[in-house]
């Protein structure tokens, strides 16, 4: 189905500075109303197909009539997914460590509404009145530190498994996704990006960024920030703007 859409996007990829290996994906479907950004978990088995498997899925989703339907087709897709990986762990890993998993942050949008939905830690924010906002919010070890045990974000960032996942599609038998959905208004900008870009780039950075008009240029500034740091991680954005 396609989406009378008044929505332009950008999007771009990039293994950064150190990894050899690309395992970011994403989709770019403005005609759609949507937009997918995974990461394939780090040092576990083939976590490039992973987040290959998720985009590729999507792409083929056959987008029903309404947002409701169109939304439960999303989150239908990931519980898919998340039992195929299951099975290919089960087939394929002899050990405990061959985990076939990603992190997905998907952006749905038709008319004045908007859906986010999210498991791991790759992130969607908004631009909006010269505000950013996190509408996502991290399923990590870090996370889950500052929640349940009032840890600092300074200390729970310095624990050794800070950057571990707490949820994941593949990572295990249930998965539970958290769906945000919001209005939309006349200059919203939203930004899907993985960790590895938000790890170098600040909100202040990111905000001067996302507060440009064309999303291409947008994401060209937020990749010359990301790029001038160490890079050490996969990068992956999407900029999407109305």
């Given at each position: ?137 991290d399923h ?79 994401l060209e ?22």
């Open positions: 189905m396609l989406v009378a859409s008044s929505w332009r996007s950008a999007a771009r990829t990039d293994a950064g500075k150190v990894r050899a290996r690309n395992e970011d994906a994403f989709l770019d479907r403005p005609q759609q109303g949507l937009w997918v950004v995974a990461d394939g978990m780090g040092g576990h088995h083939r976590g490039d197909v992973a987040s290959q498997l998720i985009v590729a899925s999507f792409a083929q989703m056959s987008m029903q009539d309404s947002f409701e339907g169109r939304l439960k087709e999303v989150r239908q897709c990931l519980h898919w997914l998340n039992r195929r990986m299951g099975r290919e762990l089960t087939v394929t890993a002899a050990r405990s460590d061959n985990i076939m998993g990603s992190t997905v942050v998907v952006l749905l949008v038709e008319g004045d509404r908007a859906a986010c939905i999210w498991a791991g830690d790759s992130r969607c924010y908004l631009w909006r009145g010269e505000r950013l906002y996190q509408l996502s919010k990590s070890l870090q996370q889950q530190l500052i929640d349940e045990q009032q840890m600092s974000v300074e200390d729970a960032r310095a624990h050794p498994a800070a950057h571990a996942l707490t949820r994941a599609v593949g990572a295990a038998e249930q998965l539970t996704l958290e769906v945000l959905e919001l209005k939309v208004y006349p200059g919203d900008t939203f930004l899907l990006c993985s960790d590895g870009l938000y790890q170098e780039v600040g909100s202040d950075e990111m905000g001067r960024a996302l507060s440009l008009p064309a999303p291409a240029r947008a500034r937020l990749f010359e920030g990301a790029l001038r740091g160490a890079a050490r991680d996969n990068l992956t954005a999407i900029v999407v703007r109305q």
